[in-house]
């Protein structure tokens, strides 16, 4: 089991309806985080800036709401431990900061 987490673009402040959502990625015990790529983001340094941008909030799939600086931390303390397993096999890539990545569909 895992937890997906998710950038949600322009929430509504009342009702939490957003113009957009991207998957970021999931979380899995043992792993390291894996990263959904997207035609327009498909490293970690994209989505660090993707995550600076105004009007995005992240979001696990709980519906908590997580600090985009608490967000990038708790990614770069899982790399750095050096006991996570790594994604491989056809659909999965390392990006040049050795973050792992996957175009495939999260399910």
Same mark, same amino acid.
């Given at each position: 089991?895992?937890?997906?987490?998710?950038?949600?673009?322009?929430?509504? %402040?009342?009702?939490? *309806?957003?113009?957009?959502?991207?998957?970021?990625?999931?979380? &899995?015990?043992?792993?390291?985080?894996?990263?959904?790529?997207?035609?327009?983001?498909?490293?970690? &340094?994209?989505?660090?800036?993707?995550?600076?941008?105004?009007?995005?909030?992240?979001?696990?799939?709980? @519906?908590?709401?997580?600090? %985009?600086?608490?967000?990038?931390?708790?990614?770069?303390? @899982?790399?750095? @431990?050096?006991?996570?397993?790594?994604?491989?096999?056809?659909?999965?890539?390392?990006?040049?900061?050795?973050?792992?990545?996957?175009? *495939?569909?999260?399910?």
């Amino acid at each position: 089991m895992g937890t997906n987490y998710y950038a949600r673009y322009s929430p509504c %402040p009342t009702c939490g *309806r957003c113009s957009a959502e991207k998957h970021i990625g999931k979380l &899995s015990a043992g792993w390291r985080f894996l990263f959904q790529a997207h035609r327009d983001i498909s490293s970690y &340094s994209e989505w660090k800036d993707e995550f600076d941008k105004k009007g995005i909030e992240i979001y696990d799939e709980y @519906n908590d709401k997580v600090p %985009p600086d608490d967000f990038k931390k708790m990614i770069e303390m @899982n790399y750095e @431990n050096p006991r996570m397993e790594a994604h491989a096999g056809e659909g999965f890539y390392i990006d040049s900061d050795g973050y792992d990545f996957t175009w *495939r569909e999260f399910s």
